[in-house]
């Protein structure tokens, strides 16, 4: 071999830069060798000596400098499913079959002490970074971030997350489903979108934006874009999302067979709305009929007997909110059971599509060499639904208690586009077994464990095995880094980064019995918080996620303590049996909520809606007007201006031509809560659809002519606390048209993911019968409106 081309390649080799390819022959000058260090990120080109040769055709171009991923990285895909418990699938023991979780399981390995962070924001962002939640600022959802360092809802530039690495050390990066890790505020056109996924390392994106959406109509973005769904026949999005990601691993892959990818697959499933095609849901029809009780026993069985859980473990009890199933009444029984089977298909139809990706890759040759890994939950079960479920997500925002008479209205409609539902708290403690909480408790593995499974052939030997080493959703980065032979990065573009708070799980994937490595974990979510070391586990539930209000001031909390070596369940509190363990381990968690940005406390809930109360931005602060032009769509309701609880006036400068229009001229929400300024017929009107429960109208009696117009709708709030009514006044030119009373008003939200829009009411339509999307356009002209508040 030529001693300068084996000086360079041993240099490369010795400090990790393989994969660093030099196209054309020639020697690299002394001082590049260490340009391509791969903690420097991005790799600098080479610098060579100016070119002194007149004629091209006597002079030797340099060496091609090119980024490739090291020789052997294998693809990435990781599938990230939303809300869904430690006991939901049937490879864990659950209910639910979920085959394509169990092929891979097969040909791989399940962790059954695999963590989350009890809430699905925080989950993404240390799944994505390799550091804890905190470190990324997203101490809770992004919607209600404040101003405190670990909550401000902004990841620094000095996390630099996993698809970043990956994409500057030679991979193609795409992300599909949920993102819901970018600032809310930061959420229009006027960005700024360095926190948006195709600038937090992925190459393309498609999918939604924030916490949740609706999968019949959802709210998607390629990119930075925002674009209509395709208009079909029993679309769903979970559908839609795997043929996007389907195609583009085929298109990456027929242009770049020799580049790896790496696959972020994200879902909304099995978040609320639970939306599925009927048909999966009819697969469980009377499966769920002897209720949560029996379905805990049942399932706490199935868990032992395939090994999941050690035998002899006892189920936690449930909450005392939750009823015994034998007390419930028959109408209760009828519509939580129906509640459970369209939750059942949701999750099956999930994996069904998860599948189809899978098949995708096993057809392209590819499947064997892709590190893939199944996270089943970003956190437990959603008890958020209380008591009774909900018909409309909505009410639970806006501290609305559906009945369960109210829901059974909708009963037959379960799971389709008339409804944005969820399940009665009692399911998410049933498939979260054998836990007794469920998401949002930080402070319970029934809020934090989810199953894992981690398939590649070319990089495991081990098949259906089982890994019980304590690990982390931080882990997964370091992981992957580490499967890939990419060293952890000190500088990202240009920023010298925060160290990988995780441990790469992969000295498990070859030893059963590995020691564990990932010794010390602390949680906390609104407050119900906890800490993990060395095998035991102490924590304090501060508020279930039913409850309105705080069990206790932060400093009087009730802390139980766990020897959870021996307690898979933490069924056996030992508070009062070890109180100097207890101290010990209340002093650890401090000591970790002060390294890691947790302090202070902040327990508000609902109140954290609301920017101006806990002090994050708002680009409406301040700001009583707002005037917009035609075409100004997809508004989320962080970049709108606030218009509940108070008065206000919309007043719009419109064109109407020959022969009248209709349309939407303004609207916010959708069909589950919202308003809308409209034409109908030619005639202006103004609906308040308050919750999805109650629509209240006010419409003029006859069309507008042609010719221009100024349509004002006045609305004063009648004032006395939040959420209540008012009066509508609707007049055009200075003319009274109609006036009518709107009963109640949405106190804190509207709605997760529909939008404020003018010209139309895209997504969902605030009033039936005026059609959908595209189809609500109005058909004149608007020349400008704006929106008051008082």
């Known amino acids: 071999m030529d001693m300068t081309v084996w000086l360079r390649a041993s240099a490369l080799m010795l400090l990790g830069f393989h994969g660093v390819s030099i196209a054309a022959p020639g020697p690299i000058p002394q001082n590049a060798a260490h340009r391509v260090d791969r903690t420097v990120l991005p790799i600098p080109e080479p610098k060579y000596a100016p070119i002194k040769t007149l004629d091209a055709r006597n ?55 695999f963590h989350t962070t009890a809430l699905c924001s925080p989950t993404r962002q240390a799944l994505k970074t390799g550091r804890n939640h905190h470190t990324g600022n997203t101490g809770s959802i992004m919607e209600t971030a404040t101003a405190f360092p670990g909550d401000t809802g902004v990841l620094p530039g000095s996390v630099a997350p996993l698809a970043e690495i990956l994409r500057q050390n030679g991979y193609s990066t795409a992300a599909f489903g949920k993102w819901h890790e970018t600032a809310p505020w930061e959420i229009s056109v006027s960005g700024p979108f360095a926190r948006w996924p195709t600038l937090q390392g992925f190459d393309k994106f498609y999918g939604f934006m924030g916490g949740e959406t609706n999968q019949w ?145 096993a057809a392209l040759g590819e499947l064997d060499n892709t590190l893939f890994v199944y996270i089943s939950g970003d ?148 407050g119900n918080r906890a800490i993990y070391h060395d095998g035991w586990f102490a924590g304090t539930v501060h508020r279930a996620p039913w409850e309105a209000t705080n069990r206790h001031p932060l400093d009087q909390d009730v802390w139980e303590l766990y020897d959870a070596r021996h307690d898979f369940s933490l069924a056996r509190d030992l508070a009062k049996d070890n109180p100097k363990k207890l101290a010990e381990m209340q002093q650890r968690f401090l000591a970790e909520a002060v390294k890691f940005n947790v302090l202070p406390l902040d327990d508000r809930f609902l109140e954290r809606l609301t920017a101006s109360a806990v002090g994050r931005p708002d680009v409406m602060a301040g700001r009583t007007r707002l005037t917009l032009g035609e075409g100004m769509t997809g508004m989320m309701e962080n970049v709108f201006i606030d218009v509940k609880n108070r008065s206000l006036s919309i007043t719009a400068d419109v064109q109407i031509p020959d022969g009248g229009a209709q349309g939407v001229i303004l609207a916010q929400g959708g069909r589950f809560g919202g308003w809308s300024l409209y034409l109908k017929d030619g005639k202006p009107a103004y609906t308040y659809n308050y919750l999805g429960l109650e629509q209240f109208t006010v419409m003029a009696p006859d069309a507008l002519p042609a010719g221009k117009a ?81």
């Open 379 to 526: 956190n437990g079960a959603s008890a958020e639904g209380g008591m009774s479920g909900l018909f409309s997500e909505g009410t639970y925002f806006n501290g609305v208690q559906e009945t369960v008479q109210d829901q059974l209205k909708h009963l037959d409609q379960w799971g389709g586009p008339e409804t944005y539902p969820h399940m009665a708290a009692g399911w998410a403690v049933a498939f979260d077994t054998p836990f007794r909480w469920t998401k949002q408790v930080a402070s319970d593995f029934g809020g934090t464990r989810n199953g894992m499974v981690v398939h590649w052939p070319q990089g495991i030997q081990a098949k259906n095995g089982l890994r019980s080493q304590f690990h982390h959703v931080i882990d997964i980065a370091p992981t992957v880094l580490e499967a890939a032979h990419l060293p952890e990065p000190k500088v990202v573009n240009g920023v010298k980064q925060a160290p990988i708070e995780g441990v790469s799980l992969a000295y498990t994937f070859d030893n059963p019995t590995a020691r564990d490595r990932h010794l010390t974990q602390y949680f906390e979510i609104f």
């Open 59 to 113: 002079a030797k171009p340099p060496p091609r400098f090119e980024v490739k991923a090291p020789e052997g990285a294998p693809n990435v895909v990781i599938v990230l499913l939303d809300d869904m418990g430690f006991a939901v699938p049937g490879t864990f023991g659950g209910p639910v079959p979920m085959p394509t979780l169990d092929r891979l399981a097969q040909g791989g390995l399940r962790y059954n002490n």
């Open 710 to 790: 100024t349509l004002l709708l006045d609305f004063q709030y009648d004032g006395g606390g939040v959420g209540k009514g008012g009066t509508g006044v609707l007049s055009a030119n200075g003319r009274k048209l109609a006036e009518g009373r709107i009963e109640h008003t949405q106190p804190r939200i509207f709605s997760a993911d529909e939008t404020a829009d003018v010209g139309m009411d895209d997504a969902t339509p605030v009033v039936n019968g005026i059609g959908e999307g595209s189809a609500t356009r109005f058909t004149g002209k608007i020349d400008q409106v704006t929106v008051e508040v008082r």
């Open 217 to 361: 109509a959802p709210s998607i973005y390629d990119g930075v874009t925002k674009v209509e769904p395709p208009r079909k026949p029993g679309y769903h999005f979970t559908e839609d999302m795997t043929d996007q990601a389907i195609a583009w691993v085929r298109y990456q892959q027929a242009l770049t067979p020799d580049k790896p990818f790496f696959v972020y697959y994200a879902p909304g499933a099995t978040h609320a709305p639970h939306h599925v095609p009927r048909v999966w849901a009819e697969k469980f029809r009377g499966r769920f009929d002897k209720g949560w009780d029996r379905l805990r026993e049942e399932t706490l069985q199935r868990q032992i007997e395939l090994g999941i859980v050690p035998p002899g473990t006892p189920l936690a009890s449930k909450p005392e909110a939750i009823k015994d199933w034998d007390a419930l009444g028959a109408d209760e029984k009828r519509l939580f059971a129906r509640q459970a089977e369209v939750y059942a298909g949701f999750a099956e139809h999930t994996d069904h599509e998860v599948g189809r990706l899978v098949d995708a890759l």
